[in-house]
């Protein structure tokens, strides 16, 4: 404390006020350093102290109701803070006293106002100040020695809502330079031809980029409804989406990793009672994340259990770099790993097949994933052996329960597009380690008359024909999945296995009284926050009205649709024989 006050003193005293001070100083601290030392002729020193670049706040992250002053405690010669999520260095700002924490909403927007964020003619940027927290980042160093990187968010007299708070931080640059920012449009698109940008949600971008080069280091901090911290760690992060990548309001797939942490993964379960490595922030859709951002979430949760893959998520508030991003569906990611965390096979036995293409797995993959597809194309299922050998390709019950939900809720994007299998390599003791395919289920957004697509995805529309899709149909040739069903029908077990899985699935699974209710706890959830999210990406026109308008529309979709999908059940499909 009298180095910092000495420090003070001589900055803010006319010289000859300064050399009176200076002596007075070096004077008590030689008198008080002599009173301490219990042996006077002692060559002990403060440089006998071991320096630790370790630090501790006075405050914790977390919720506050009033501004403070935050102390750094250490002994090490400097420490250096930044007020913007990087990563702190020698350049950035050095601590010599408390730093104020207040609520730093009323400034100006600085990444909400970006100009580089999507191609879109109708991209939205707000005209208000939005909601911001307080990011501390601060560091210590000995020389050339560096101590460990802190973060800290503090929230100033806000709500949370009831949900979870996600908060994330890394150097602007790793978001929004032009060469390697992975957020922007970036020298990728400035690059890329007028012909590749006449469709903006295709167009080449930074943004639209895969693979680990494109992922960067942040740290993610979360905090539950009651506003205490649940977890706090260094993360990878990447762009996560198809077209939603030209939003403002992009994907965010989360990376733990043991060269961001030692542990190699999430120190909890961010979801579900299961800890995985990866998760994603999910925007909400093509469509819905301007609507209701409720879909999938519902879609997900009434088809769980099932025997195909589908993923636990809820929603969530999120900050970048201090500023509010909105709201989030905070989901499980598939891959290897998530198999080998649900089911217990080694990621290095696990496949898995997204659209087509490997997601996980080698060249060899593609190949026995093609077997299979040509199997059903090229066999009479009819023959009672070619089934039986039908049955050791793919899970048949999981199949069945899969096509059925994804019909019944009338998803759109599908099955041509958002299809994906997994299974594993070679056989094990492992019930599922059978090496049969099944299912996954994901990006299930544009379903339960959606608009503006009504004539698609509406309670009266037909689901098993190809116009009811963007591309193929679950009877079309034209997609994988279409020319399995078409072979399987041609088997009177399959058909009166179908039959039946879907009464059941339609009986008890969308059973309009077990749907309302999951309608209504999400509604729930998410009435506080959807103005907000609104007001912040889409429009500030749009209301909570407007929310229970769409909201209505679901529920008024699964309370129609029995009557509508036996219907097209049955003229489809026939009688069974």
Excluded at 335 to 364: A, F, H, L, M, R
Excluded at 497 to 525: G, M, Q, T, W
Excluded at 566 to 572: A, E, P, R
Aim: proline share 3%; net charge negative; hydrophobic share 30%.
């Amino acid at each position: 404390m009298l180095e910092i006050f000495y420090y003070f003193v001589c900055n803010n005293l006319n010289m000859k006020r300064k050399t009176t001070i200076v002596f007075f100083l070096t004077t008590t601290l030689l008198v008080v350093s002599c009173a301490n030392n219990d042996t006077p002729t002692s060559s002990s020193t403060s440089q006998d102290v071991p320096i630790s670049l370790e630090i501790k706040a006075s405050h914790n992250s977390g919720f506050y109701d009033d501004e403070f002053n935050l102390s750094l405690e250490g002994n090490a010669p400097e420490i250096y803070y930044t007020t913007d999520g990087s990563e702190p260095t020698k350049e950035s700002t050095r601590y010599y006293g408390p730093i104020h924490i207040y609520d730093r909403s009323r400034e100006e927007n600085l990444l909400a106002n970006r100009n580089d964020l999507s191609p879109l003619e109708n991209y939205y940027k707000p005209n208000f100040k939005i909601d911001k927290a307080f990011v501390l980042s601060y560091t210590a160093f000995n020389g050339e020695e560096q101590g460990p990187i802190y973060h800290q968010t503090y929230f100033i007299n806000k709500s949370n809502n009831s949900l979870k708070t996600v908060s994330l931080t890394l150097n602007n640059n790793d978001l929004f330079n032009e060469e390697t920012g992975i957020y922007c449009l970036g020298n990728i698109y400035k690059n890329a031809s007028e012909i590749e940008k006449e469709n903006p949600y295709t167009a080449p971008a930074n943004y639209s980029q895969k693979g680990k080069e494109w992922e960067r280091k942040a740290n993610i901090s979360i905090f539950n409804s009651d506003k205490e911290q649940i977890i706090g760690q260094d993360i990878g992060i990447r762009i996560q989406g198809g077209w939603t990548r030209a939003y403002n309001q992009k994907s965010i797939s989360l990376y733990a990793r043991k060269e961001y942490d030692k542990t190699g993964t999430f120190d909890i379960p961010l979801v579900n009672n299961i800890k995985h490595d990866r998760y994603i922030l999910r925007s909400g859709g093509y469509r819905d994340w301007a609507i209701t951002k409720m879909r999938d979430m519902l879609s997900q949760s009434l088809s769980s259990g099932l025997g195909f893959e589908t993923m636990s998520g809820e929603p969530v508030e999120a900050y970048l770099n201090g500023e509010y991003w909105g709201v989030y569906e905070l989901v499980e990611k598939y891959s290897d790993s998530y198999i080998q965390d649900i089911y217990g096979i080694p990621k290095k036995n696990v496949e898995i097949i997204k659209t087509g293409e490997v997601d996980e797995g080698d060249e060899s993959t593609l190949e026995r994933y093609e077997e299979m597809v040509n199997f059903f194309k090229d066999t009479d299922l009819s023959i009672e052996s070619n089934y039986d050998i039908a049955e050791q390709y793919i899970d048949i019950d999981a199949f069945i329960n899969y096509v059925v939900c994804e019909t019944y809720i009338g998803n759109v994007d599908w099955p041509k597009n958002n299809i994906r299998f997994w299974r594993s390599k070679t056989a094990g003791e492992n019930r599922y380690e059978d090496c049969k395919w099944r299912p996954m289920m994901y990006d299930t957004d544009d379903s339960s008359a959606v608009p503006p697509i009504e004539h698609k995805s509406g309670v009266s529309v037909d689901p098993f024909l190809e116009s009811a899709h963007w591309a193929g149909g679950p009877l079309s040739d034209k997609c994988d999945l279409g020319n399995i069903m078409l072979s399987l029908l041609n088997n009177n077990e399959f058909k009166q296995r179908f039959y039946e899985r879907a009464e059941d699935i339609v009986e008890n699974v969308f059973n309009y009284s077990n749907v309302h209710s999951k309608i209504e706890a999400l509604k729930a959830k998410i009435q506080n926050v959807i103005v907000k999210q609104y007001r912040r990406f889409v429009s500030e026109e749009l209301d909570l009205n407007y929310f229970n308008e769409q909201v209505n529309v679901i529920d008024s979709f699964f309370s129609n649709r029995k009557s509508y999908y036996n219907t097209y059940l049955h003229n489809h499909l026939g009688e069974v024989v």
